[in-house]
């Protein structure tokens, strides 16, 4: 299995973003619209995540049905 550590760090890569983006925006008073960048953001992970999990699972599948 091949573990990718590039999607470790476009992860961590959104995450910062998106937190500094969430500041500016907290910071100008717009609270609200920093909230939904920070729950766009988690889809976006969430997306990615559920993405490598389906490759993982794929993985399984195939070593223990010999596939």
Do not use: P, R, Y
Not at 33 to 61: C, D, P, Q, R, Y
């Amino acid at each position: 299995m091949n573990i990718d550590v590039n999607a470790i760090f476009q992860i961590a890569g959104i995450g910062i973003i998106i937190a500094m983006i969430h500041t500016v925006l907290k910071q100008m008073g717009k609270e609200d619209m920093a909230s939904w960048v920070t729950l766009i953001g988690f889809v976006v992970v969430l997306f990615m995540v559920v993405n490598m999990l389906s490759s993982l699972f794929k993985e399984i599948k195939t070593i223990f049905l010999f596939q």
